[in-house]
């Protein structure tokens, strides 16, 4: 009796033990992706692991890169879910990623993966450039639509185009980057200098071009496409135009961050990310997601977008930002003090 | 004379007679010494750690990195390159190009003019100290082992700076003309708004204190109105009114609302009630017996206007000028929302920190922000100083006789500035309203749905009043005891008047630069009060330090009222001065303590520039949602948010009304006879 006794204190302290660790692993997870959708994410992650629970910390894409780089020495997350890839690369050149082979990370597209083996980060999707056009302004204003990033610097479209400003907004960034990678380095910066003729002002962040072009406020707003979609859903007379030239793109990507005491739940939650589950749920959001075969198209969606992102080399774009932004500033940044 | 020294060696030395320190003395220097305590860690280290921080350069040193090249068989012959020799050979890099930001990176293939990415020669590669750093690719190096790399991978290797101190930062600032034109932008849209705004100003109220206009009462109402709404409200509502769909986007005939036009506008709104008020007060003191004399020597109306009413209001019109001037200049969230491709200073600061993560540069805009804004605050204190009593015992108060005339004119002047208050307002809480502007403009609550945004949705506007809750009631504790401290101790002057200028402190410093400053000191892990980062009381303290200086004097000018006989009664009846403190001081300063409070409340309702470096995720506020609504786009949002602010300072301000109309008049009886 006694033997019994001792045996089923054993279970339930055993059994106790068991629950408390499992109820006590927690993640804290910095991500920029929309606060809409991290309920959603967490709850289907928490499907398959219901003892990991995610601490969400979110912000937008500078915010939260700035607030990584400013904790550095000290750092607070464990996990990044859904960040732009070109922010991770920062992080991992300043070594702050945890390198991480996540199971099943074969069959992502290998465009969505770090070069390195272990890779630092994985991608989850693919957020691209595109032009907001508002048809009912253009029209008042007596514009064609324009087909190519080349078409914008017809001096008809003179103060009707918004774009972001790439020193504060990611969106701005790349496609600064994209048209350095696509007409060349001379060839980009000569676009840029016509682009900038036409270029009513320069907006902080991404989307908010494609918001002034839905609410009316300007004809034409440089954006992404997912923007313009959900604009378009909204009710605003836009149409999402893929210049012909090829649009740049960034993913968003996950990492573990370096130090992170809880590695082993960290490596559990970047298993589930590169799954096909995982990448049906960005499917929602995203036309392009890094599993091969899963996106389905997505209302408002422009067509044939997959085929005109560039070949995107990330490492030119985060090892020339520094470089890339200086000569921006002083192009157009200093110009515009004239007006 | 001998004697007497003789007389002076022999005699034994008195008693050193020292006024006795008494508990009490002790009690208050000890507490005086924990609110400076509290000054300097909150105001002082920040703001010298950000100063130390605009000295902190990045610099790529050559001397950290040695090379190898083998031959076209891949045979190192062990010959090693300094970068430092080579670019000394080749001329490379220039000293300002080795002088980068945090972020920069530099190539070597330049170091070797025969380097081809098709060749198979291979380089060796590696830091001399711990400290060298370059990237592969975007892979961190950090050891001193030689890298072995193939030519198409020596491509890749980019040399990353390490820290050194120097003008660097200031230097690279001057020399970026898109930067230092910021300056220029600056100072042209505060003084064009100091001009517009005191002249408006003052005609409004001269009308209220000079002339028998009808509706006084509802027009002071209305002129402060914009203290309860952040600043970049009425840049949300230029937008609906001047932008390319403004419902009244032709009178501006073409041109855009979005730059200098549309920042100074918008600042004649939200520093019209500052202006007001100051020039207010000046206007409301006069004596009638130098209009009577100015009559009686037949002097003309515009001749009296000039030689009396103006220079009465001097000090009034020159205070009221360099708190307007200031106040523009250091605002952040109009010049944001509506600022277009015009550049100012404190927007410097957000786009350097928060778009390129540049903290240094960020740190070198604030210390040039810090100058002009410390110049006009102290000129504005020296121009206080030398306001003397204009009222005698001998002077008659003026009275204004009604002139039916110039009293509707007034009136029409005055309904003019109303409507472009209330206009502003009004435009906002319709925008709010209206479901897809210009497409749909059935009305909608759909954008009251802060949770589909940024910004942090209704939480934050819940965040910003539990913060508004906690900045009044810590802030009051501690500005009204700190006040006391200063005015009521005894002796220890130096320490008083240390403590004094302290206290004045906070107002010359721009939001921005201190929200700045407490990242890089609070965010240090090594900082012992590293933990407050990030939570709600980081915001409470900031905000406090931030509007301190206001409240201390508002505290100050009402203890001042008290006679210090009080202290000595207290003493001769043997009672601890707390007691007299909590019985007779607070009671008595009861209206300047409430004053306070409100004042304190609404501040923290409206911040965005002190706190927007500040808060986490978890302490989102509904100031700053406004603007980060607004940055995404969701503009109408952005407004029923700051609509929202507006209501609550509006419902704040109300209660507070009765509030002290019932305590007043409670504790108040004994002004009555």
């Known amino acids: 009796m006694k033997h019994t006794t001792s045996f089923l204190a054993a279970l339930a302290v055993g059994a106790l033990t068991a629950t408390v660790a499992a109820s006590e692993t927690e993640l804290t997870v910095y991500t920029a992706v929309e606060a809409e959708d991290l309920a959603r994410y967490a709850e289907t992650f928490n499907q398959s692991n219901p003892d990991i629970k995610i601490n969400w910390v979110r912000d937008s894409t500078g915010i939260i890169t700035a607030k990584l780089l400013a904790e550095r020495d000290n750092p607070q997350a464990d996990v990044i879910w859904g960040l732009a890839a070109t922010s991770l690369l920062l992080l991992k050149s300043e070594g702050m990623l945890e390198p991480y082979a996540p199971a099943g990370v074969d069959k992502l597209d290998a465009k969505f993966v770090d070069g390195d083996n272990p890779p630092a980060w994985v991608g989850m999707d693919a957020w691209v450039a595109s032009v907001c056009y508002n048809t009912v302004e253009a029209e008042k204003a007596g514009l064609k639509p ?194 | 004379m001998s004697t007497m020294s003789t ?82 050979q080749l001329g490379v890099y220039s000293d300002t190009d080795l002088t980068t930001g945090s972020d920069g990176r530099l190539p070597v293939t330049g170091f070797f003019p025969d380097f081809s990415f098709r060749s198979p020669v291979m380089y060796q590669m590696r830091n001399t100290t711990e400290a060298g750093r370059f990237l592969v690719g975007s892979t961190l190096n950090e050891g001193t082992d030689w890298v072995e790399l193939d030519s198409n991978t020596f491509r890749r290797v980019q040399m990353r700076p390490v820290q050194a101190r120097g003008l660097g930062n200031f230097i690279n600032y001057f020399s970026t003309p898109a930067l230092f034109n910021s300056i220029k932008n600056s100072l042209w849209i505060s003084v064009v708004s100091t001009i517009v705004t005191v002249t408006l100003a003052f005609w409004f109220a001269y009308a209220l204190n000079r002339s028998c206009m009808r509706f006084k009462g509802a027009f002071r109402l209305i002129a402060m109105a914009p203290i309860l709404v952040p600043s970049l409200l009425p840049g949300i509502a230029l937008v609906y009114l001047f932008g390319n769909q403004g419902m009244i986007k032709e009178l501006l005939f073409g041109a855009s609302i979005y730059g200098p036009i549309g920042i100074v ?210 802030g009051t504790t501690v500005v009204f005891f700190g006040a006391y401290l200063v005015e009521k101790s005894n002796g220890f002057k130096t320490g008083r008047s240390i403590f004094q200028m302290f206290a004045m402190l906070p107002m010359a ?88 409070s409100i004042y304190l409340f609404v501040n923290a309702m409206t911040t965005v520039s002190a706190v927007v470096f500040l808060y986490s995720p978890k302490t989102t506020l509904a100031s700053i949602a406004v603007l980060n609504m607004d940055d995404a786009g969701d503009i109408a949002p952005a407004a029923a948010m700051g609509m929202m602010i507006f209501y609550t300072n509006a419902a704040a301000r109300i209660v507070h009304l009765i509030a002290s109309k019932g305590i007043l008049a409670r504790t108040q009886a004994w002004r009555s006879r």
Not at chain 1, 234 to 241: T, V, Y
Not at chain 2, 517 to 542: D, K
């Open chain 2, 7 to 88: 007389n002076q060696d022999t005699l034994p030395a008195g008693p050193d007679i020292r006024p006795r320190l008494s508990r009490d003395d002790i009690l208050m220097r000890g507490s005086m010494m924990v609110i400076a305590l509290y000054l300097i860690v909150t105001l002082a280290l920040p703001l010298y750690t950000m100063l130390s921080k605009s000295f902190s350069t990045y610099r790529v040193e050559l001397s950290q990195y040695e090379f190898q090249v083998s031959d076209e068989a891949g045979v190192f012959d062990g010959t090693i390159l300094t970068a430092d020799e080579l670019n000394r």
């Open chain 2, 265 to 474: 506008i918008g600042s004649v709104f939200f520093t019209f009630p500052h202006a007001f008020l100051i020039i207010s007060t000046a206007l409301a003191i006069s004596d009638a017996r130098l209009y009577e004399a100015a009559v009686s020597l037949r002097s003309t109306p515009w001749r009296t206007f000039w030689t009396v009413t103006i220079p009465g209001a001097r000090y009034g019109l020159i205070s009221a000028a360099f708190v307007v001037f200031n106040l523009v200049i250091t605002d952040f969230g109009l010049p944001k929302v509506i600022g277009g491709q015009f550049n100012v200073l404190a927007v410097d600061i957000y786009k350097q920190v928060i778009g390129q993560q540049n903290f240094e540069m960020g740190a070198v805009v604030s210390v040039v922000l810090v100058i002009p804004a410390i110049l006009a605050f102290g000129i504005d204190r020296m121009v206080q100083s030398k306001q003397v009593a204009l009222l005698s015992a001998r002077s008659v108060p003026y009275q204004a006789t009604p002139n039916p005339k110039t009293d509707r004119i007034f009136l029409i002047y005055c309904s003019l500035i109303g409507l472009f208050i209330v206009g502003l307002l009004a435009v906002c809480q319709f925008a709010a309203l209206i479901k897809f502007w210009p497409y749909d403009l059935s009305l909608s609550l759909k954008n009251y749905q802060f949770n589909k945004m940024d910004g942090g949705g209704w939480g934050s506007y819940f965040n910003s009043i539990k913060l508004a809750f906690l900045t009044a009631v810590i």
């Open chain 2, 509 to 596: 410093i721009p939001g921005m630069v201190l929200g700045l400053s407490y990242i890089f000191f609070f965010n240090n892990p090594s900082n012992p009060f590293n933990a407050i980062y990030g939570t709600m009381a980081i915001l409470v303290i900031c905000t406090v330090t931030h509007f301190y200086t206001v409240s201390h004097l508002t505290a100050v000018t009402a203890l001042k009222q008290m006679d210090k006989e009080f202290e000595s009664v207290s003493a001769s009846l043997k009672q601890p001065t707390m007691k007299l403190f909590a019985r007779v001081t607070v009671p008595v300063c009861l209206p300047a303590v409430l004053d306070i």
């Open chain 1, 146 to 339: 324009p087909t190519s990033w080349k078409d914008l610097t017809d001096p008809m479209y003179k103060d009707q185009v918004i774009m972001p400003n790439p020193n504060s907004s990611g969106t701005g960034f790349l496609d600064v980057s994209s048209w350095l990678q696509m007409f060349g380095e001379e060839g980009g910066w000569e676009y840029m200098d016509a682009l900038h003729e036409n270029i009513a002002r320069y907006t902080h962040s991404g989307s908010k071009p494609c918001k002034l072009a839905a609410a009316g406020e300007i004809p034409i707003g440089i954006s992404f496409a997912f923007r313009g979609a959900k604009s378009k859903a909204d009710g605003a007379p836009l149409e999402i135009i893929v210049p012909s030239e090829g649009v740049g793109w960034d993913m968003e990507a996950t990492a573990i961050v370096a130090g992170t005491a809880n590695l082993e739940a960290a490596q559990k939650l970047v298993d589930f990310t590169v799954t096909k589950e995982a990448n049906e749920m960005y499917n929602t959001g995203y036309a392009v997601v890094a599993y091969p075969g899963v996106a389905k198209p997505v209302e408002h969606f422009p067509e044939g977008l997959l085929d005109a992102m560039i070949n995107n080399d990330f490492e030119y774009a985060a090892n020339n930002r520094a470089a890339i932004l200086k000569e921006w500033q002083s192009r157009y940044d200093g110009k515009s003090e004239a007006k």
